[in-house]
């Protein structure tokens, strides 16, 4: 019989990447969302929903029930529901770390604990990396996060791990970039535009997964037993330079001239505090905040994937290149 999947948090850019990948595979799919979810890229027939209330347990559990046949339950679940910015500080705790409480309670309550349980976290959990000699991050770097989002994504990892009765993989992919991603898109425009505007003078290495290899990598983690109660770190399995992110953006977009600006970190950090207060002020997420400028900050972003590659065969199958094309290609046709 196929495999019930139940994605949730898959409105999101990487939700729907997710969701077309179980429907690829022919599993039975479900998409959680909230009744106010958009549902742009959630456009597949054969895609079925389910509305969660995240703020009560107890609703949720009848929400759960009621979506499928008495008896039943979803054979994975991929939980994917996240922010990465807020207007409140507050929120990144409430979002990242109680929903996934409350849906652990839920799923206890209905009875639907599935045969897994695939957590999306962050490489941000583990926090700031080697910046002496830029030895790459891997499974066993001992967690210190120096972010809000960092902070409530390892408070959920560590919650799930008091969870005997959950069948539990972690996911902590690096910096994920693609079709309807927002933050990327911006350094795409202003590259097309003929600048790129980075923060620092220290060298720093950068790491990206495309999502669809992400997508990917979700269910082929999920198919093998040697994954459970582990975590990975998912990334492509090298690191770029700013000026090698620059020159292959320019070359998929066709520009050949492009400035390199770089502010120092104190003008950055003075730009995140006055971007972060405007978006306090008109009560909407700024892309640039205070913690966004730590995980600017951060120059070594180095990943070893070892783990991924013994436990489930993990390939990036699209490097930075490829990817980026995909991405541009998107981002002319106005799909991004």
């Known amino acids: ?8 948090g898959a409105g999101g850019f990487i939700g729907g990447f997710i969701a077309d990948e179980s429907l690829r595979r022919g599993f039975d799919t479900w998409a959680g969302v909230r009744p106010s979810t958009s549902r742009e890229f959630l456009t ?16 949720m559990a009848c929400q759960l029930r009621d979506a499928l046949p008495e008896g039943e339950k979803w054979d994975w679940i991929v939980y994917n529901l996240g922010a990465t910015k807020c207007a409140n500080f507050a929120d990144f705790n409430r979002i990242n770390y109680i929903y996934l409480q409350n849906t652990v309670s839920a799923l206890r309550k209905s009875g639907m604990l599935p045969e897994r349980f695939l957590f999306m976290s ?15 991050l891997t499974s066993r770097s001992i967690p210190q996060p120096n ?8 408070k959920a990892e560590t919650f799930l791990e008091t969870c005997p009765d959950v069948a539990w993989t972690v996911f902590r992919p690096t910096g994920v970039y693609g079709p309807h991603e927002k933050d990327y898109l911006m350094m795409i425009k202003c590259i097309d535009g003929h600048c790129d505007f980075g923060v620092g003078y220290r060298r720093q290495m950068l790491t990206f997964i495309y999502v669809r290899d992400l997508a990917s990598a979700v269910f082929d983690a999920l198919a093998v037993p040697e994954t459970l109660r582990r975590k990975y770190i998912i990334s492509e399995p090298r690191a770029y330079t700013q000026s090698e992110f620059r020159k292959i953006v320019a070359r998929a977009l066709g520009r050949r001239f492009v400035i390199p600006v770089r502010l120092p970190l104190w003008a950055a950090y003075i730009a995140s505090v006055v971007s972060e207060k405007y978006g306090v002020a008109k009560m909407k997420a700024s892309t640039l905040n205070r913690d966004k400028f730590k995980i600017m900050k951060q120059r070594n972003w180095n990943c070893d994937v070892s783990d991924a590659v013994r436990d489930f065969n993990f390939t990036a199958r699209y490097p930075l290149e490829k990817g980026i094309a995909e991405t541009v290609e998107a981002y002319r046709k106005g799909g991004v």
């Open 147 to 154: 972010t809000r989002y960092g902070v409530s994504k390892i």
């Open 122 to 136: 962050s490489l941000s959990a583990v926090g700031p990396g080697d910046e002496k000699n830029y030895s790459p």
């Open 1 to 8: 019989m196929k495999k019930k999947v139940l994605i949730i």
């Open 44 to 59: 597949d027939d054969s895609l079925k929903f389910v509305s969660l209330d995240y703020e009560d347990a107890d609703k």
